[in-house]
């Protein structure tokens, strides 16, 4: 069974970081897709970043301000949020698909509030 952590969400200031992290149970390699969603009050839930074996690709709302990334050997998915504005709060979800078994996999949601 899959299951994927979220952690380092918070409370800061506009212009302010983050740091988001995701640890997966077991190799993040059986997927072929991992990435970060978000979802804020009233909206859907819209693709911020992910990762592939081929790069990376981003939301243009995000684009020059999150960084996606993965250590493999810890089997976890980071994603470093700067300049952050009030407009990029949501519950961040991590997420990684599986080509394998056709599925998408999710966390429970982390809270980032971004105040002005």
């Known amino acids: 069974q899959v299951q994927l952590v979220e952690s380092g969400g918070g409370l800061v200031q506009a212009g302010g970081s983050l740091r988001l992290s995701c640890a997966a149970s077991g190799s993040i390699f059986r997927f072929n897709t991992m990435g970060w969603y978000r979802q804020a009050p009233g909206k859907q839930r819209e693709l911020v970043a992910a990762?592939?074996?081929?790069?990376?690709n981003y939301a243009d709302s995000v684009k020059g301000r999150f960084t996606i990334s993965r250590d493999n050997a810890k089997n976890t998915v980071y994603l470093q949020m700067n300049s952050l504005k009030p407009e990029d709060t949501a519950v961040y979800y991590c997420?990684?698909?599986?080509?394998?078994?056709?599925?998408?996999?999710w966390g429970q949601g982390t809270q980032v509030t971004v105040s002005s």
């Open positions: 990762i592939t074996s081929g790069g990376t």
């Open positions: 997420n990684a698909f599986s080509g394998t078994t056709v599925r998408h996999y």
